[in-house]
């Protein structure tokens, strides 16, 4: 498949341990903030968004926390599976602009 | 199913050569975008689309063209490709503009990888 990132950061975690992806995202003024998760081959995948109300938001397995002061997200995932290995990049939205996307995570996930 | 489609997943041309790459959506979304993605960045918008015959440039819009005169879709135009434009494209949808001030989740097609010689 093709390789979306040659030089990403990778977290490697053993199976059914949990994940924590994070993001440090650029503008202060963003209020949207979205993870998406990129298997090799495919496009990406939207998991769980969060707007800039809230600190957290739970979905099924996964969890965004937001910290607006420090400019950070993060993803956690419960009970990493195999099939949760990909790239994971978050995006951020600012009122009136268009998303800008960061570079992304690689998590591999070990047996 | 709900999704965006791209034709076509891969494709290998020499500099100069018209090429189209189709998008198309199923959602009635009237929010479209196409992204290209290359090693170490993170997407970077090329052109957006916040309707039909209403298109307007992104980050990277040089030596691209686009065009909607229907909703669902929206095809790049690379008139003369060059070999800076090899990359991974995608397509996206949504239904509501991200500038809107009420952004919504984008659904992105499988992507096409472009290599241009």
């Known amino acids: 498949g093709e390789s979306v990132g040659l030089h990403l950061p990778t977290l490697s975690v053993q199976e059914g341990d949990n994940s924590i992806i994070n993001c440090a995202y650029s503008n202060s003024a963003s209020d949207y903030f979205i993870w998406y998760k990129q298997e090799s081959g495919k496009g990406p995948q939207f998991i769980i968004d969060?707007?800039?109300?809230?600190d957290k938001r739970q979905g099924q397995r996964v969890t965004v926390l937001l910290n607006k002061t420090v400019k950070h997200l993060s993803l956690q995932i419960a009970a990493t599976q195999p099939g949760d290995s990909a790239v994971y990049f978050c995006a951020e939205n600012n009122y009136g602009q268009n998303f800008v996307f960061g570079p992304g995570t690689r998590l591999s996930v070990l047996p | 199913e709900a999704q965006v489609t791209q034709n076509p997943r891969y494709l290998i041309t020499v500099t100069g050569k018209k090429l189209t790459v189709t998008c198309s959506q199923n959602m009635n979304h009237e929010y479209m975008s196409w992204y290209r993605q290359d090693p170490g960045l993170g997407l970077r918008q090329i052109y957006y689309?916040?309707?039909?015959?209403?298109?307007d440039k992104g980050d990277v819009p040089e030596g691209y063209k686009v065009s909607r005169k229907e909703k669902r879709n929206f095809p790049l135009i690379l008139e003369s490709p060059s070999p800076n434009q090899t990359s991974l494209y995608f397509c996206a949808s949504s239904l509501s503009s991200p500038t809107s001030g009420f952004p919504d989740t984008q659904y992105f097609g499988p992507g096409t990888r472009l290599t241009v010689l």
């Open positions: 689309s916040m309707n039909v015959e209403a298109t």
């Open positions: 969060i707007r800039s109300n809230m």
